[in-house]
C-alpha cells in the first residue's frame, strides 16, 4: 500500500485539490465571494489530514525498509516449485543455513536505519518504529538458541562453516562458542558413533536449488562467505575407506578445504557426493540441510 501511495502521489495530491475547489465552489457566497461561516471543510481537505514533503520523505524511506524484509522473507520460503524425486514430488521451501543470515542482515539494515531516522526532521514516529522493529527481530533472534538446527545447517555448509561466525561475531566470541558447542554436542550425542552401512549406489539424484531472483539478501550472503583456504590443511579429493568411530569427521572437516568450496551454491548435492569419505558427517548435514 505505501509503495502504491508514493507510485500515485501527484494523483492523490490532485484528489485532495480538485476536493478543495470543489467545496470552495460550493460554499461560496456568490454576493461577497467569501466562504460562508457556517461551511464545514471536509476532512480530506483539513490540514492536519496532509501528508507534507517530509511525511512523504518518510514513507519512501519506509517502504524501501519493508521491500528489505520482503526480499529475507521471499528468500527464505524458497521458489516453492515441485520437482520430481522418485519418492514423489517435493518442493524447495527455502534454506534452513540461510536463517541466521536473514537475522543478520535484518539487523545490519536496521542499524542502518536508526541513523538514517536520526537525520530526518520530523520522524520521532518513524525512529520509535525502526526501534521497536530492531528489538523485535532481536528476541526471535535469540530464540534460534532454543534448537541446534540453524547453527548446524550453516556451519555444514561448505562455504561457510565455523569461518561464518568467527567473522561475522568476531567481537563476541561467546557468540562463537556457543554455535560451536551447540554443533558439536549434536555431533558427539547422535552422530560420531553412528553405525555406517556403505552403499555402492547413490541415492536418488538431488534437485538443484535454482534461484529465481538476486536482491540485497542473497547480496548480503554472497558478501559474507569466508575466504576458505587460510590456516587450513588442503583436503586431498580421494575417497577413504579408512573412516572409523575414532575418526573425528567434524573437526577433520573443519580444518580442511578443497577447491571450489567458496563457490559451492548446492550444500545437498556437495554432502550426497562425499557420503563414501564422511559417511557419519554427511548423514548430519543431509540431515539437517534438507529440514
Known sequence: ????????????ERLVLKHRQQWEQDNRSKRTENLRKSAREPRICLEENQLTVND?????HLAKLLGFYEDAVKTLEGDGQQRRRKRGWVGSYGNAWEVIQGFEFLLEVLEDYKQLASEIPD??????NVNLGWEKLNKYYSRLDE?????????????FRWGYFENEWKDNTKWVMKAK????????????????????VDDEPVAKRQRKYYNPFQAYCERTRPVLGYGLVKEEATLSDDINEDTNE????????????NDVRDPISYWHERKRRHPRLSRMALDFLTI
Do not use: K
Not at 558447542?181 to 555402492?200: A, D, I, K, T
Not at 567434524?250 to 568450496?261: K, R
Open 1 to 12: 500500500m505505501i509503495g502504491r501511495a508514493i507510485i500515485l502521489r501527484p494523483f492523490i
Open 56 to 60: 512523504w520523505v518518510v514513507l519512501e
Open 123 to 128: 520522524a520521532e514516529h518513524f525512529r520509535i
Open 147 to 159: 534448537t541446534p538446527i540453524y547453527y548446524t545447517a550453516l556451519a555444514l555448509h561448505p562455504a
Open 181 to 200: 558447542q551447540m554443533v558439536r554436542e549434536v555431533w558427539e550425542s547422535n552422530y560420531r558413533h553412528l553405525q555406517v552401512v556403505r552403499s555402492p
Open 250 to 261: 567434524l573437526e577433520l572437516w573443519q580444518s580442511s578445504w578443497e577447491d571450489g568450496d
